[in-house]
């Protein structure tokens, strides 16, 4: 059975970095390792689409004398600018990190529905 | 603290000026190798953050100050959307670089420049303004008050 | 690359977690040239090993550096995450082998870049014709939105430094103009 999916194993392996990066954001409380985990999550799909564009024996796309294959140019496109528009996005997700830790004073999940619980509290009993 | 760390301080002004030239590189080189405007302004803006970290943001600033990078980081997309809007304005489609110049190859070859080297700009002017807007808080440290929620 | 995640996922020190969140893209970096990608692999090694580090080492100065204690494994996300998994492996049973020239992701569009981006662009190289000639507004749409996160992230947190231009006992505002 290994041998008939032994080609699929890119696919796997994408797969299992995707689920590890999405444990990590929902079962994990602390706001840095949330976007950690989304970034590994970011990186895994990288990965599954660039390794949708390899072509056995093919070069990389650049043009040149006496090569006929080439492994698909689009992924590799689609991701060079999806990298940078991660990073830009990650730096927005870190600037919300920071601006919680200053409203809150801490960057734990829990304890900032705990703060917001208590918040809530006070209101109810001040009415 | 920073400042007693020579070996840093002297190797990255060995750095910074082939660091600078390599963006320059990646950038108008990215036609023939792999390279273009978005890793060129990444690394572009790796130089200032090198610096600004061994040196202090306070120095960086003073190289290259905020409004400088915030002015690059709009150009840059007035550069490419004014790429568009002139072969617009020259009867073709928005970013039809067929018509910039006076042959279709010459006017592609001008266009991709034009956009890469926008999307360059915007890119390096985007990193350096995250990094300093980062730093300037921690300048601040803890001694200022919290804001109220 | 597995080994840097799922340590990842252990380790609460929070300064180790975003070092080897560098090594992880480092790794992925070289995954994209031996895939042939060596555009996307330049990109990944100077943003996520480069920048996307600094940014969070500048984030974790500003915060914690120590994660608070957590139970080890939760298991209600556990489950889910294994079946979400298995649904996504079961779901590549039908997807083309690794490096299946007939794949028909290669037999649409990719042709015509391959084939006619040397005549009809120009440059040899095919990634830089697609980004910048043929996919031209997705480019720029992509870097309008470089553009709009670093607005956001003046908006959200460029504006402390107003505030502080009020009080005179900051010394160092004064040099860069403020937002």
Same mark, same amino acid.
Not at chain 1, 37 to 60: C, E, H, P, R
Not at chain 2, 1 to 19: E, N
Not at chain 3, 17 to 38: C, E, K, P, R, W
Not at chain 3, 171 to 176: A, L
């Given at each position: 059975? @290994? ?7 890119? +696919?796997?392996?994408? $797969? ?5 990066? @999405? ?25 599954? +689409? ?19 294959? +080439? ?5 590799? !496109?689609?991701?060079?600018?999806? $990298? ?9 997700? &870190? ?33 | ?5 020579? !070996? ?45 970290? %061994? ?33 617009? &304005? ?60 | 690359? #597995?080994?840097?995640? %799922? ?20 790794? #992925? ?17 100077? !943003?996520?090993?480069? $920048?996307?580090?600094? &940014? ?30 298995? !649904?996504?492996? +079961? ?40 980004? #910048? ?47």
């Amino acid at each position: 059975m @290994f041998e008939i999916h032994a080609g699929l194993f890119n +696919y796997w392996a994408a $797969i299992a970095l995707m689920m590890v990066g @999405f444990y990590i954001v929902i079962a994990q409380g602390n706001l840095i390792k949330k976007i950690v985990g989304l970034n590994i999550f970011q990186v895994a799909v990288f990965v599954f +689409y660039i390794s949708m564009g390899k072509i056995d024996g093919g070069t990389a796309p650049i043009l040149g004398e006496g090569i006929k294959v +080439y492994s698909n140019p689009l992924p590799h !496109v689609l991701i060079l600018t999806a $990298i940078v528009v991660g990073v830009a996005t990650t730096a927005l997700a &870190l600037a919300l990190v920071v601006r919680i830790n200053r409203s809150y004073g801490t960057i734990e999940e829990r304890e900032i529905i705990e703060i917001n619980h208590a918040a809530d509290h006070d209101e109810d009993t001040r009415l | 603290m920073m400042h007693q760390k020579s !070996v840093l301080r002297v190797v990255s002004k060995l750095l910074i000026p082939p660091i600078l030239l390599f963006a320059l590189y990646v950038q108008f080189h990215g036609d023939f190798g792999p390279g273009g405007g978005f890793q060129a302004g990444v690394i572009f803006a790796t130089a200032f953050i090198l610096y600004g970290l %061994i040196f202090g943001v306070a120095t960086a600033r003073r190289v290259i100050p905020a409004a400088a990078t915030r002015t690059m980081l709009s150009l840059g997309l007035l550069l490419y959307g004014g790429t568009g809007i002139w072969s617009l &304005l020259l009867g073709g489609e928005f970013l039809d670089y067929n018509l910039l110049a006076s042959t279709p190859s010459a006017g592609q070859h001008l266009g991709i420049l034009l956009v890469e080297f926008g999307v360059g700009m915007t890119v390096a002017g985007a990193m350096t303004t995250i990094f300093y807007t980062f730093a300037a808080q921690t300048l601040g440290g803890d001694d200022t008050p919290k804001e109220e929620v | 690359m #597995a080994g840097t995640a %799922i340590s990842m996922l252990w380790l609460r020190d929070l300064f180790a977690v975003v070092m080897l969140s560098g090594i992880y893209s480092l790794f #992925a970096a070289v995954l994209y040239v031996v895939m042939d990608a060596v555009d996307v692999a330049f990109t990944e090694a100077a !943003v996520g090993a480069g $920048i996307s580090t600094v &940014l969070m080492l500048g984030t974790l100065a500003l915060t914690k550096s120590k994660e608070r204690a957590h139970k080890k494994i939760s298991y209600g996300p556990l489950v889910l995450v294994l079946l979400t998994g298995g !649904v996504l492996i +079961y779901g590549t049973l039908d997807m083309p082998r690794y490096g299946d020239a007939n794949a028909p992701i290669h037999s649409h569009v990719a042709n015509r870049y391959i084939e006619k981006s040397g005549s009809e662009v120009g440059p040899p190289n095919i990634v830089t014709s697609v980004l #910048a000639s043929y996919r031209g507004y997705d480019t720029l749409g992509e870097t309008a939105v470089v553009f709009t996160a670093a607005i956001g992230v003046l908006v959200i947190i460029g504006r402390r430094r107003k505030n502080k231009k009020d009080t005179p006992q900051a010394p160092k505002t004064k040099e860069g103009s403020t937002s």
